[in-house]
């Protein structure tokens, strides 16, 4: 099991805001804040990292770019997350729908 990850991004106050926007449909909130890093954490009980799940860095982009997937629990919120997305500037990476693949 995949305890954190994260991503390098050119500009971590746009992507923070983006990800505050959009990944709070799927019950993330921001955990910590480190120097040039922001970390977001969906279900903080005490076994889980206290450093959060998924982070974001200030750095240069990585090349092959990374491709990250986040589980909604159901439809309705998958499309609210969607929504929120395009709302604060996301743009389609493929057709709209389940992946059950």
Same mark, same amino acid.
């Given at each position: 099991? /995949?305890?954190?990850? &994260? /991503? ?8 923070? !805001?983006? +990800? ?6 799927? *019950?993330?909130?921001? +955990?910590?804040?480190?120097? *040039? %890093? $922001?970390? =977001?954490? %969906? ?5 889980? !990292?206290?450093?959060? !799940? =998924? ?7 990585? $090349?092959?770019?990374?491709? /990250? ?6 439809? %309705?919120? *998958?499309? +609210?997350?969607?929504?929120? %997305?395009? +709302?604060? &500037? &996301?743009?389609?990476? *493929? ?7």
């Amino acid at each position: 099991m /995949i305890d954190h990850t &994260g /991503i390098r991004v050119a500009d971590l106050s746009v992507s923070k !805001d983006f +990800c505050s926007k959009t990944l709070g449909a799927l *019950g993330y909130t921001v +955990c910590l804040e480190v120097g *040039g %890093a $922001v970390s =977001f954490s %969906a279900r903080p009980t005490r076994y889980d !990292d206290p450093g959060g !799940d =998924f982070w974001l860095r200030r750095g240069a982009p990585y $090349v092959p770019h990374t491709h /990250i997937a986040f589980r909604a629990l159901n439809e %309705a919120q *998958g499309n +609210c997350f969607i929504r929120l %997305a395009f +709302c604060a &500037g &996301g743009k389609d990476n *493929g057709q709209l729908g389940l992946r059950p693949h």
